[in-house]
């Protein structure tokens, strides 16, 4: 039975380029969830004075789809500048792998989100952000609703499971409808910190569970 993947695909898939971590990576950002089906994690390592990407590593949990396009991605990416970087799309990757089945497409897309955000992460934390707009609860759940609950699949915002969103002087706090001891909560925490941690004008992100906020307000 012949593959619906291009020969380029495949041999992505097999060997694939810039696996793994970067310690104290310069900027990181998730796209998708295993709930989902498929999810992608940048690591980038950018030069601060020519901000030319030194190095991107990737994560992923998915098909033979979504590992090549996070792979070439990565090679696409890599000892360009941001602003080269921000200007590749879902179809340079697929072109790149010889083309994908039209119900892979998403895979490709993934894969720019995660490139784009974790560029839009590194300007944040950098303080070069072009507009420095004052962040807004309504910012902090525009960026939350692309956290996904590992339960349902949906994201956090969709499924109303996070209860509160508190922002006083650059600290947020976030109140998570789970308890401290679920299976997911360390991930779901993870997540969200990496989407807010990294806005321009945030210095601190503190994700409460449900029986951690009862605990603070015994007496």
């Known amino acids: 039975m012949s593959l619906p993947y291009s020969e380029k695909v495949i041999e992505y898939f097999k060997n694939p380029k810039n696996v793994g971590e970067i310690e104290n990576a310069d900027a990181v950002a998730t796209e998708g969830s295993p709930a989902c089906g498929d999810m992608v994690k940048l690591f980038l390592?950018?030069?601060?004075?020519?901000?030319?990407i030194e190095d991107i590593k990737f994560k992923s949990y998915g098909?033979?789809?979504?590992?090549?396009?996070?792979s070439i991605i990565t090679e696409l990416a890599k000892k360009k500048s941001i602003e080269e970087a921000k200007k590749i799309n879902w179809k340079q990757a697929s072109d790149a792998l010889g083309g994908l089945p039209p119900v892979k497409v998403?895979?490709?897309v993934l894969a720019v989100d995660a490139l784009k955000t974790a560029?839009?992460?590194?300007?944040?934390?950098?303080?070069i952000v072009t507009k420095k707009e004052p962040t807004t609860v309504k910012m902090i759940r525009k960026r939350l609703a692309r956290v996904i609950n590992p339960l349902t699949g949906l994201d956090v915002l969709k499924v109303n499971f996070v209860k509160e969103i508190s922002l006083n002087d650059g600290k947020v706090d976030?109140?998570?409808d789970l308890?401290?001891?679920?299976?997911?909560a360390g991930n779901i925490k993870e997540e969200i910190k990496e989407r807010i941690e990294p806005l321009w004008d945030i210095d601190r992100v503190e994700v409460l569970f449900l029986d951690q906020a009862v605990k603070a307000e015994k007496p």
Do not use: M, W
């Open 106 to 108: 998403h895979c490709a």
């Open 63 to 70: 098909c033979a789809s979504n590992i090549a396009t996070a």
């Open 174 to 176: 976030i109140l998570v």
């Open 179 to 184: 308890n401290s001891d679920h299976q997911f």
């Open 119 to 127: 560029i839009e992460n590194y300007e944040h934390k950098r303080g």
């Open 45 to 52: 390592k950018v030069d601060p004075d020519t901000r030319v």
